[in-house]
């Protein structure tokens, strides 16, 4: 039976793997003050942010599981132009969302405003992770000779697939098969 997507060792592997997991861990703690100070200040911003926080929290367990599923790290958690869109999508919405919540929630008493600066906190956290990623990203395109690959070079995952990939590929058959071993030709393996 597979182990939970988020544990406790996820935090310590790796810079990509420590801010994935900080964008599902503030999720919670986001809903639940951003959904307070909506019901109390009866306003729609910034609880309307929970739709745009959930995105990114998916998104990085959508990212973390296909890369336990992988297993291996470099499956990528970074660096093709699909993270690249999603990134700087998210991220540019939750920078929307969080200046709308500066500008809306100074109106009210004094515990709505702290509530409701409490949550943008969360907001704050995610901008920045995605902020992070992007300019990550935008730092490795303008290296020569950049390359993007489009699957995972250890066991042909895609972006975002969520399934291994087998048999043929592009008219090849991969060279090994699952336990490592040679893999046969495909005339062989049709008894020709």
Known sequence: MAGPVLNLKILTKSTAHSL??????????????LLIHGIIANRVN?????????????????????????????SGLTGTPVHLILDTLLGTVL??????????????????????TYGTNFIAANVLIHSYFVAEQLHAMLQPNAMYPMSCPHCQY??????VRSGLKNGYAPLLDVE????TSTEEGQGV
């Open 158 to 163: 895609g972006p975002l697939s969520a399934t």
């Open 180 to 183: 490592g071993e040679p893999g």
């Open 20 to 33: 994935r997991a900080i964008s599902i861990i503030t999720f919670p703690s986001a809903f639940i003050m």
């Open 46 to 74: 910034p609880a309307i942010t929970i739709l745009p926080l959930f995105c990114s929290a998916a998104y990085s367990v959508l990212l973390l599981a296909n890369e336990k599923k992988c297993g291996c790290q470099s």
């Open 95 to 116: 920078f929307v969302c969080l200046l709308l919540a500066w500008i809306f929630v100074p109106n009210g008493n004094g515990g709505q405003i702290m509530l409701g």
